[in-house]
């Protein structure tokens, strides 16, 4: 079974120390490809030099674009070198980009001017962007939706965690969705247990958002909270248990989405 991990933040100081052995860990898991998350200027430049170089016998390729919680760091000049970076063939989406009103890290006119800002880099660049939204959902899709007859690659919602309402919303506008671990967690993941069901199987996409979001269903449970790519596998087996289908089907069903919206060359 091969798995491709959508949101891997490689580049995070939590895995300055072991980078390869993450890695390595991940393949020995069956993660033979990721796509790693920019956040910032300085992780997109590290995640797309580390997508060039690959590693330990994972492919990998990146996004670039500026997360809501950096929004006010985002200017012309940002928007200057993220375009260059656009152009370089292992960076496959704009992003992350979006809105996060829960923690409001960057004011809510710095974030919607920096998500619109990456919107149009997206258009510009005809490749899809690589969203994030939290408490902003209202707002937020009627951003994107007034974009959409610009972004010609589409789009995806990284870390969807919302219910079946929000989930309709999304694939109504033709979005995909990630999965991630919040998925195993039975108390804080209702609705997004509710919704998995429902995502039609061409639009469903499995990642970690590692070193986030540690799998609660993880057995034995690691020593450290700090989350690994090695882990798309309890995902993988929480999406499949949902949907009533075999772990395989959801693996086989989620490469060729993530191949069909990111645009990655075939194995
Ligand atoms: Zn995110």
Redesign the pocket.
Known sequence: MRLVDIGVNLMSRQFEGDRDEVLQRARQAGVERMVLTGTDLRSSEAAAEAARRAGQGVELWSTAGV?PHHASDFDDATAARLRELHREGRVVAVG?CGLDYNRNFSPREAQLAAFEAQLGLAAEAGLPVFL?QRDAHDEFLAVLRNAWPSLARGAVV??FTEGPEAAADYLELGCHLGITGWVCDERRGGDLRRAVAEIPADRLLLET?APYLLPRNLDPRPASRRNEPRHLPAVLAAVAALRGETPGAVAAAAWEATHAVFGLEPA
């Open positions: 997360h992350e994030h990284h870390c958002d």
